[in-house]
């Protein structure tokens, strides 16, 4: 007779595995549980539904009903966490919530800067419900308020929320001027000590990072990522990378340049490709039947 069981786990492996998933141990996932933190999921929500409420939401009797709503939302999100001492409570809410309207400020400045720097936009509504980099640039704004005041992981859950559904990585702790720009904006890096100005536009899988932070958390506070001034655009596949580096006001630094030294104002930064050579191959004859691609 067979001892397959039709389903079910058998009763030693299931007190095994009861009992190593929870010890708590000197591990690093042990320790995270201790330390506490928020459901992701909750986290999330309650993000996105201040998004919609700064980036939408014009209806008075509806802001008052959902400003208290989220208030009470974030506080109980905050229970789940180690808060600094002094940081609990009504205040903490107070001092978010009265910062929103400057948030809102700021994102229709990014609508704006979109609108002007995007030909193909046709019209605000776009950017705001279509546009990722909104979605993303929105995202950091709120997330870098949480931040300033202090309160953890929260900020982080909401960035690589963002990070993950538009392939923008903005750190909470960068500080970015007014009317930013982000085009097209897949594989954005932007990290935790970088600055940058006003007026500043940046495209796809550009890099503001670190020089190779190999000594980890003795780098903890250091200013690790560069400083771009205003009027700065850096086009697609540039790398810059370093805390020392500063990139001078109305610079331009063009697609690919790897950049570890800063830049005077002014300066325009590029690859001298090499010289394109287009050959006529003699043993190619031209078909108007077909046209067939051998690479």
């Known amino acids: 007779m067979s001892d397959r069981r039709s389903s079910g786990l058998s009763e030693p492996v299931l007190e095994s595995a009861i009992q190593a998933l929870s010890a708590s141990g000197g591990d690093a996932l042990s320790k995270a549980a201790a330390e506490g933190f928020p459901d992701r999921l909750d986290a999330v929500d309650w ?18 009903a959902e400003l208290p ?27 978010f919530f009265a910062r929103l309207p400057a948030v809102r400020a700021l994102l229709a400045e990014d609508v704006e800067a979109a609108f002007d720097g995007d030909p193909a936009a046709k019209s605000y509504a776009e950017i705001v419900a ?21 309160v953890p992981l929260l900020p982080r859950i909401v960035s690589e929320h963002a990070h993950a559904r538009t392939g923008i990585d903005i750190h909470p702790g ?23 100005g006003d007026r500043c536009v940046i495209y796809q899988g550009v890099t503001l990072g670190a020089l190779a932070p190999r000594k980890g958390q003795v780098l903890r506070g250091v200013k690790r990522h560069p400083t771009l001034e205003d009027d700065v655009t850096i086009y697609a596949g540039a790398t810059i990378l370093g805390g020392e580096t500063v990139i001078g006001r ?3 630094i063009g697609g690919n340049v790897w950049l570890t030294h800063s830049t005077p104002p002014c300066s325009k930064v590029q690859i001298e490709p090499p010289r394109l050579q287009v050959q006529r191959d003699g043993a190619c004859q031209e078909r108007a039947d077909q046209l067939v691609w051998d690479i």
Not at 76 to 85: C, G
Request: proline residues 3%; hydrophobic residues 50%.
């Open 47 to 64: 993000v996105d539904r201040v998004l919609r409420l700064l980036l939408h939401q014009r209806d008075r009797s509806a802001l008052r």
């Open 69 to 95: 709503a989220l208030a009470d939302r974030l506080d109980r999100i905050l229970q789940t966490v180690a808060l600094p001492p002094g940081l609990r409570g009504a205040a903490l809410l107070d001092r």
């Open 130 to 150: 279509a546009y990722p980099a909104i979605w993303a640039i929105a995202s950091y704004r709120v997330a870098h308020e949480l931040h300033n005041l202090g």
């Open 174 to 196: 960068a500080r970015i001027g007014r009317r930013f720009f982000i085009d097209h904006g897949t594989g954005v890096v932007i990290g935790e000590t970088a600055e940058i």
């Open 250 to 252: 109305g610079s331009v």
